[in-house]
């Protein structure tokens, strides 16, 4: 998709200091839109690269990465098309992202003091400073703290909260006390239970993880966070709460409006940043998983907001998304940690829950399938596994060296017309799945255009439980399993359904977070 936007002068001039959802997949069958799709996003020239784009020496300069994997003619800028460019940019970002913070408020600042690696256990890395998300769409509805939208340090109360709390406590430093655990939770909403932990991706899918028994339903959870300029965009436009984003939806509803439509207002400034980490649980007593970043988290906590109960997790994967510009479709980048198979074996063969072991009611969101696969075309692939040579080896003697790139997507298509394909084996394992037996699973999705179908709708009330809910579209149907995931252009028409015009949200699923409107307008 072509996109036009403002000159990239002022951001291709910020230093190290800048840098990076929820990122709420979707499932389904690929609707066929009212109207025309969208033109493919026309490829850039890309730069000769004469080397590596980074390196762990110093933190990674984002604003010159961003400047490395855009280019701007007659005033618009687009990203580039060069698979092997941009996965160098995936490693240098997921690099800045992972380097030790400056401070522990909410920040995009590394500490150049310190390299990649040093400090894990006492120091949190610059994404563990950003605030969790569910601390910016808070239970009652009121605004996220000030701090999380870099607003300086954040209350006594407010850190003593684990959502927010920033790295494993290290009872052998004299920092232990400020610094805590990651708060876990669901991707997929309509199926969190209050404030327990529950493992659901967004598609509603589950992934056991190898301890996983009747006994003990052991899987892999979830985790995300936004950065101050995410926040501060979100409290800007007031959608972090449910009635909030109700009548924001009133104001703007008498036209559909997809993402970036002449009329939509919403569109997050380039340098927004989302975050998703996958983590598993590392059994008490055993020892973690070789060579893996490790922390401590919170999957439980009381009606005040306190952890009630913390275990030792692994980093099994990273989502990463960059709003890189304005106006563009953002910059997305997985990483998976390379033991996944033996801490998660259940993803080599087709494997379904013994009958009655299913935490829901939904029988079909306890059903694999958890075959990995290969969502991404092959030069996508190939750009990765370029990048991850060059990476891998200067992040040796860190935990860092043992996580692959699997590929970066910036474009609904490439240059031929194909749509591009991406997913993570642990973030959306149903996406990545090929085939079960004779039966055809979802073969492929693509981040950007499930994304696209982020948006807010009317609101509604659940005739069986009164519960009122803002419409969405894209939202995994219980009790289907799809055969397609959404891939290729964004459908203008899909924004017109059920006669409702909804409103985009720029790609961003995350608001559906926000609390529940408390009543639905006349």
């Not at 954040?154 to 052998?172: D, G, I, Q, Y």
């Not at 899918?205 to 979100?234: C, H, M």
């Not at 709003?323 to 998660?344: M, Q, R």
């Not at 807010?456 to 659940?462: D, K, R």
Request: glycine share 10%; with cysteine; charged share 10%.
């Amino acid at each position: 998709m072509r996109r036009s936007t403002m000159s990239l002068k002022a951001f291709g001039a910020l230093t190290m200091s800048i840098a990076l959802p929820w990122l709420l997949h979707c499932a389904g069958p690929q609707e066929e839109g009212k109207e025309a799709a969208p033109a493919p996003q026309a490829a850039g020239a890309a730069p000769a690269a004469a080397g590596p784009l980074c390196n762990t020496s110093q933190p990674p300069n984002l604003g010159a990465v961003q400047q490395a994997i855009t280019t701007t003619q007659g005033g618009q800028t687009q990203f580039i098309s060069d698979d092997a460019l941009l996965a160098q940019a995936g490693w240098c970002t997921f690099i800045n992202l992972n380097w030790p913070a400056q401070g522990t408020s909410p920040t995009m600042t590394p500490n150049p003091a310190m390299k990649i690696g040093q400090g894990i256990g006492t120091t949190p890395a610059v994404w563990e400073t950003w605030c969790d998300s569910s601390l910016v769409f808070k239970a009652d509805g009121s605004a996220p703290p000030p701090g999380c939208s870099g607003g300086g340090p954040l209350s006594a109360t407010e850190s003593s909260r684990p959502m927010h709390r920033l790295r494993a406590v290290n009872p052998n430093t004299s920092e232990g006390e400020r610094v805590g655990p990651h708060q876990l939770k669901a991707l997929n909403l309509s199926t969190t239970a209050g404030q327990q932990t529950t493992p659901y991706q967004a598609t509603g899918f589950t992934l056991p993880d190898k301890n996983w028994s009747q006994a003990n339903p052991s899987y892999i959870l979830y985790e995300v966070r936004q950065n101050p300029a995410t926040v501060g965009y979100i409290v800007q436009n007031k959608l972090y709460s449910g009635d909030l984003q109700v009548a924001f939806w009133q104001k703007y509803s008498s036209q559909p409006l997809p993402p970036d439509s002449q009329g939509n207002p919403l569109g997050f400034p380039g340098t927004a940043f989302e975050v998703k980490p996958s983590w598993y649980v590392i059994p008490s007593g055993q020892t973690p998983p070789a060579g893996m970043f490790t922390a401590q988290a919170c999957t439980q906590t009381d009606s005040q907001g306190r952890c009630t109960q913390t275990v030792n997790v692994g980093l099994t994967g990273f989502h990463l998304i960059w709003k890189a510009f304005p106006k563009s479709s953002w910059f997305w980048a997985t990483f998976e940690y390379k033991g996944n198979a033996s801490l998660t074996p259940i993803l080599q063969a087709a494997q379904s829950y013994p009958t009655g072991t299913c935490p829901t009611n939904d029988q079909d969101s306890c059903t694999g399938p958890y075959i990995p696969g290969s969502p991404a075309p092959s030069t996508v692939s190939q750009g990765a596994s370029a990048a991850n040579a060059i990476y891998q080896p200067m992040l040796n003697g860190t935990v860092f060296a043992n996580y692959n790139l699997v590929g970066v997507q910036v474009a609904f298509t490439d240059s031929n017309g194909n749509p591009t394909l991406l997913a993570n084996n642990h973030i959306e394992t149903d996406f990545g799945a090929q085939q079960v037996g004779a039966t055809k699973l979802n073969p492929s999705s693509s981040c950007i255009t499930c994304h696209y179908r982020a948006s807010i709708g009317n609101c509604t009330v659940n005739p069986s439980n009164q519960k009122k809910n803002i419409s969405r579209l894209g939202v995994a149907v219980p009790n289907t399993k799809p055969t397609q995931g959404y891939t290729g252009n964004g459908q203008p028409g899909w924004y017109s359904a059920n006669g409702v015009n909804y409103v985009g949200t720029d790609f961003i699923w995350t608001l559906l977070e926000a609390n529940r409107p408390t009543s639905c307008p006349p």
